[in-house]
T-cell receptor
Framework: AQSVTQLDSQVPVFEEAPVELRCNYS??????LFWYVQYPNQGLQLLLK??????LVKGINGFEAEFNKSQTSFHLRKPSVHISDTAEYFC????????????FGQGTRLTINP | EAEVAQSPRYKITEKSQAVAFWCDPI?????LYWYRQILGQGPELLVQ????????DSQLPKDRFSAERLKGVDSTLKIQPAELGDSAMYLC?????????????FGPGTRLTVL
């Protein structure tokens, strides 16, 4: 079965600084990868997804992620964060074949300090 | 913009009582999901519907939880009786189909507190 590990439970950064949120996955077969964002008391919103093709994926709000198959990683990056980026971020994986079941990591709480 | 609707947004109940949550997916979405998100953790799939049929309910505690999507549109998740450990956010999501490439759209969730 597939699994996801988000290596940092909390990441504090200053406004306008760069940030990287780390995600590693485990699966014996090919997968699709996703990053979702959750603002307080809200549902999840898709930031970006990797299905195939270029390993560098660009998403909404200036975020991007890079798929690294050899390291089984899918780290999320943003070159300059804003106060409004304060939220919980979830990495998720699903198998390419079979029913669409998203398996989520534990989440990383990103806190932006002025 | 079409959204997944959920109600209520918040629910406080006492242990051993029954609770029910409602979800209305985006129009035309055949696949509907219920997730449970315990505080500090990622969402975990409870049940997945394709139209009115259950595709996956392997993680649904069937002794106390039930879910239905009778006409293949909106859905209800019920807990009876509620236990303290059921306190969590219950998220509903929908997608066009169960093809894994399709994006899942999430509702705002129902936060359940069991006292």
């Amino acid at each position: 079965a597939q699994s996801v590990t988000q290596l940092d439970s909390q990441v504090p950064v200053f406004e306008e600084a760069p940030v990287e949120l780390r995600c590693n996955y485990s699966s014996s077969v090919s997968v699709y990868l996703f990053w979702y964002v959750q603002y307080p008391n809200q549902g999840l919103q898709l930031l970006l997804k990797y299905l195939s093709g270029s390993t560098l994926v660009k998403g909404i709000n200036g975020f991007e992620a890079e798929f690294n198959k050899s390291q089984t990683s899918f780290h999320l990056r943003k070159p300059s964060v804003h106060i409004s980026d304060t939220a919980e971020y979830f990495c998720a994986v699903t198998l390419i074949q079979g029913a669409q079941k998203l398996v989520f990591g534990q989440g990383t709480r990103l806190t932006i300090n002025p | 913009e079409a959204e997944v609707a959920q109600s209520p947004r918040y629910k406080i109940t006492e242990k051993s009582q029954a609770v029910a949550f409602w979800c209305d997916p985006i129009s035309g979405h055949a696949t509907l999901y219920w997730y449970r998100q315990i505080l500090g953790q990622g969402p975990e799939l409870l049940v997945q519907f394709q139209d009115e049929s259950v595709v996956d309910d392997s993680q649904l505690p069937k002794d106390r939880f039930s879910a239905e999507r009778l006409k293949g549109v909106d859905s209800t998740l019920k807990i009876q009786p509620a236990e303290l450990g059921d306190s969590a956010m219950y998220l509903c999501a929908s997608s066009l189909s169960q093809t894994t490439r399709n994006e899942q759209f999430f509702g705002p969730g129902t936060r359940l507190t069991v006292l």
